[in-house]
């Protein structure tokens, strides 16, 4: 029984190997020798063809185009404490409907809000940015990724000023009586 299973398990082995090695009815070609020895290029590859599919699209001369009044906001010095929010003003002036994809803030102290409807050529809008000074004291430059269907899909506007730590609350002590002393 031994002899028979021992049998077996060399008859697998054998015939998987051979399995690996060719397929029934097919030829096995040559394999032409590869020198990967030098410059990191294969000789054999054809070469790269140009087609149209590889060049890049042309610019629509329609496309939508968004231009700000101002790409930068500085607020200067603000107390600590408060939210400060900016209004940057944009028209578009391509031929074209604008659309906001996706305005995104650099960080969760930087909240942006922007119109979801499209902004028809010729048309103005505004992307607010409101700046949360609680807790950050010190001076700061915040950034605004705004994705859209414009000629320049990504845009980027900036936020920047300095926080004012607030000052504690400074209290005049109220004197009062100590109970220790004697009363004159």
Not at 102 to 124: F, I, Q
Not at 136 to 151: E, L, M
Request: aromatic content about 6%.
């Amino acid at each position: 029984m031994k002899k028979i299973i021992a049998s077996l398990l060399v008859l697998t082995v054998v015939s998987t190997s051979y399995a690996q090695t060719t397929t029934v009815g097919a030829k096995k070609e040559a394999t032409p020798a590869v020198d990967h020895s030098h410059d990191g290029h294969n000789h054999d590859a054809p070469a790269a063809q140009s087609t149209e599919a590889n060049k890049p699209a042309a610019p629509n001369p329609n496309a939508a185009k968004i231009a700000f009044k101002e790409e930068t906001y500085d607020f200067k010095e603000v107390p600590e404490g408060p939210q400060v929010t900016h209004e940057f003003k944009f028209s578009n002036t391509g031929k074209e409907p604008l659309i906001l994809t996706n305005v995104r803030a650099s960080c969760g102290c930087t909240t942006p809000s922007w119109p979801k409807e499209p902004v028809l050529p010729g048309k103005d809008a505004v992307i607010l940015v409101t700046y949360n000074t609680q807790g950050r004291p010190g001076v700061f430059n915040k950034s605004v990724t705004i994705n859209s269907n414009s000629d320049t899909p990504d845009k980027i506007i900036y936020i920047k000023g300095e926080v004012v730590k607030a000052e504690p609350e400074k209290s005049v002590p109220v004197e009062q009586p100590s109970l220790l002393s004697p009363k004159n």
